[in-house]
């Protein structure tokens, strides 16, 4: 699948990205409509509730080296307010909140992955309420954000062990900006040069996890994901275009990840593992190599 064939069909056939998404369901899976949309309303209510959960008391991580970051920062918005508005502070209270809540081995839906799963809901979820949004826009909009995840997927890829954090919280912030921006009523285009802006600003973003656990860099990168993925929404918005298109991002995210080596691609031998307090963290909970 390629945005540009995507965008071909949704202007012959006089329809969005969020119709064309559940009718090529339909399609492939044979489930109705009316499933399609359950299963997405499911989806979000998870979200919401991960986003939520380490907001009002810290929660620590299984390993211990992590948590506390979301109640802390959710702490400081709501005592002193934010330097970033009141939307990216809530999304990004929101991204810590996921990221901690899956570090903790609480329920959370892996959008594209565990480690990222963070960005899109924080981004969605920020939005609509600020906006007063309706549920249905908010569910229409995550759909888009599962095109332009299974674009990459189909192109590219969106793991960090195949191609460095950059297929991840990069990935979850493309998936992030397009639903942002087809929820504030930006159209086909805009929604893709929302994605292909937010993977350039992370092109080449390595996966470096401390321990090989998704927590450190991890959770505070889903926090700079979802700002990443809402200036792209903005930008997107504003009429600002990708010069380079979204199915050539996505093929240039492709071709730096596979020239990444090995040890900065979720294997925990380079990049911020490697540091010397990476190595003492990873020592804290494994021992001593």
Not at 207 to 225: F, H, Q, T
Not at 242 to 249: L, Q, T
Not at 271 to 281: F, H, P, Y
């Amino acid at each position: 699948m390629r945005a540009y064939k995507v965008l071909e069909s949704c202007k012959r056939d006089s329809t969005d990205l969020c119709e064309y998404m559940i009718r090529r369901e339909i399609r492939v899976s044979g489930v109705s409509r009316e499933r399609i949309i359950e299963r997405f309303e499911k989806m979000l209510d998870t979200m919401e509730a991960a986003a939520k959960h380490a907001l009002d008391a810290p929660l620590k991580s299984v390993s211990g080296i992590t948590g506390g970051d979301a109640y802390r920062y959710n702490e400081y918005i709501k005592s002193r307010g934010s330097l970033m508005g009141d939307i990216p502070a809530a999304a990004i209270a929101y991204a810590l909140s996921g990221a901690e809540t899956n570090a903790s081995m609480g329920r959370i839906v892996a959008c594209p992955t565990a480690g990222s799963c963070g960005i899109v809901p924080a981004a969605i979820l920020a939005t609509a309420r600020a906006r007063n949004l309706p549920r249905e826009t908010v569910i229409r909009a995550l759909i888009v954000s599962g095109l332009v995840g299974l674009i990459i997927a189909d192109n590219a890829c969106l793991v960090g062990a195949e191609g460095g954090c950059q297929a991840e919280c990069g990935s979850a912030a493309a998936m992030a900006a397009a639903a942002v921006c087809y929820m504030l009523g930006g159209d086909n285009d805009a929604c893709f040069h929302a994605g292909a802006i937010a993977i350039k600003n992370v092109l080449g973003l390595v996966c470096d996890p401390v321990g090989g656990l998704v927590e450190i860099p991890c959770i505070k990168r889903n926090a700079g994901g979802v700002v990443n993925a809402l200036t792209s929404a903005d930008l997107a918005l504003a009429g600002v275009k990708s010069y380079i298109p979204f199915d050539e991002v996505v093929d240039a995210m492709k071709s730096v990840g596979d020239a990444l080596p090995a040890k900065l691609k979720e294997t925990a031998l380079g990049g911020l593992a490697d540091t010397a307090s990476g190595r003492e963290l990873k020592n804290m909970v494994f021992g001593q190599d």
